[in-house]
């Protein structure tokens, strides 16, 4: 038998798993797009969430800054660190939803900045396990907030937004406040801080739109005051 008979016979064998042991791993789901899939690039899955960076020559020490609507967390490392495990919430599934704005910024000798790092990272509740499903967007629930809101945003809902590259949502209270919000991505989640801020109680009209494309999603909210509240006449 000649090389390349005894090559043939081989790679024949290999495909065929003639006298050949392996394995084969289960499937694993990989987005390749951070721009079209940038909602399940930016959400987070589990309550041990794995940062990892490259930590520049020039830098002597860093500090990580987590910002988010119900709270915020500071740490700082001294030494050259390439990663960093934050737990997002203290139990297995969160409590509420949440959006988190990630700094990590980088110092060198006499606390110079020598370079910065930003993320954004979003916890919802639907993404672990069973929630409920109101299937019904005229019932009540669709139209009240009570606590800081996620609202999720997404240029491929429709066809005529899909090419676009950024968005912009719009809140304004009836008679009250009203606000621009530019939308760096055109797939993601904004939070909508509502406890502890200036906006108070009331109705809120909303507005998505994504620049430069046709078209708005538009919503009426409305918070109204904790506690029980009497009707009297």
Known sequence: ???????????AAVMMGAGTAGAVSDPVLV?????????????????????????????????????????????NFTEVTSNWLWRAFASDVPSAEDTYSLTLTFCGSGETVVGALTSRLSVVTGAFGETPVDPDPSG??????????????????????????????MIAQAGGAAQTNALADAVGHFGWKLKHSDWGYGTFNLALTFPGTEGVWDATLTRVPDGVMFSVR
């Open 31 to 75: 987005d390749l797009s951070p721009h079209t899939d940038n909602g399940r690039w930016t959400t987070v899955f589990t309550n041990e969430v794995p940062l990892q960076w490259d930590w520049p020559a020039t830098a002597a020490s860093a500090e990580l800054s987590i910002v988010g609507m119900n709270g915020s967390f500071v740490t």
């Open 140 to 169: 009540p629930k669709w139209a009240k907030v009570k606590e800081n809101v996620l609202l999720p945003y997404d240029a491929g809902w429709t066809a005529a937004t899909a090419g676009a590259a950024t968005g912009q949502l």
């Open 1 to 11: 038998m000649n090389k390349t008979s005894a090559a043939a016979v081989l790679t």
